[in-house]
């Protein structure tokens, strides 16, 4: 059992929780996810790691409201206990596990929308504690469901709030705010990070490809089961299949068959659309093994 120690409500159907996971916390490392489950039957939900404190054993955790498993985390409180939470899962963001002052040496620029927020801030924060500056593009449809916003500004070189009616920080969408840094300020980047809504990635990465701005994408936003079973995040990137959950979730953005992968991940969602999947998909259905099974 994993206690809750903090819960705030970051805008509309947006929250955030903190939760006694010491063996997750001394382990994980920014780009990670963890699974939680409510009860024993319960429905498996990943997670992107939003923070963490390894002193404290707590996960930090933002998920918004999309079905019945998420609505029942939000009747949660401080005291209460998540069944299950098991982490850290996936494969680290790419510069973690590079030469430091390789990292040091490029110009990086995150983009952000909606919850793909809480992912983010943990590289931005991990840069930041190594001297590293970093630009972040912070996008929502109204200034009132912009979160993290103070936690950003605190670990960002420059910090760019977007929204798509115009009622704070740039009048539009993320894009143009990447447009608008190069185009007209001459800003310069090595790499972008890019996470949030599939279509707001797919468009993101199709902008900074114009600029041929090498472009990390996360498809958390596939993940159902988490641990290569289930084949919901079964994806193309370039000529390789690849399993989010166990070969990401990041990946090239320029790479990435997001067209594919949306309308897969509509089809996941009915019993027939998962039964046509398994029988077109065949071996490649699973990740893993590619054998086990999984949806039984």
């Known amino acids: ?56 054993g707590e996960i930090t955790i933002v998920f918004q409201i999309v079905g019945a498993s998420s609505k029942r985390m939000s009747l949660l409180e401080v005291g209460d206990f998540f069944y299950d939470f098991v982490g850290p899962l996936g494969r680290p963001s790419d510069f973690i596990e590079e030469d430091i002052e390789d990292v040091k040496k490029r110009k990086y620029l995150f983009v952000c929308g909606g919850v793909g927020t809480a992912p983010v801030y943990p590289q931005v924060k991990w840069l930041y504690e190594r001297g590293i500056d970093v630009d972040v593009i912070v996008g929502a449809k109204n200034k009132d469901l912009l979160i993290l916003e103070d936690e950003m500004r605190a670990v960002s070189a420059n910090f ?6 115009g009622s704070y920080g740039f009048s539009g969408m993320v894009t143009g705010q990447i447009e608008e840094l190069i185009e007209k300020e001459n800003k310069q980047y090595d790499i972008c990070v890019a996470i949030g809504p599939m279509i707001m990635m797919k468009f993101a990465a199709l902008t900074t490809k114009k600029y041929d701005l090498h472009t990390i994408v996360s498809m958390n936003p596939i993940m159902v089961d988490g641990t290569g079973m289930c084949g919901a995040c079964r994806l193309t990137v370039g000529d390789e299949i ?48 590619g054998l086990c099974g999984g949806d039984k």
Do not use: S, W
């Open 1 to 56: 059992m994993y206690k809750i120690t903090k819960k705030r409500e970051l805008a509309t159907n947006i929250y955030l929780m903190d939760v006694l996971a010491p063996r997750v916390a001394a382990n994980c490392q920014p780009g990670q996810f963890v699974i939680v489950k409510l009860g024993e039957e319960g429905e498996r939900v990943p997670l992107t790691i939003c923070d963490y404190n390894r002193e404290t």
């Open 160 to 165: 760019y709030p977007c929204t798509d009616d």
């Open 242 to 289: 690849k399993f989010a959950c166990v070969d990401g979730p990041e990946f090239d953005g320029h790479l990435v068959n997001f067209d594919e992968a949306m309308k897969r991940q509509q089809m996941y969602k009915t019993e027939e659309g998962r039964k046509l999947l398994k029988e077109q998909e065949k071996e490649t259905h699973h990740g893993g093994c």
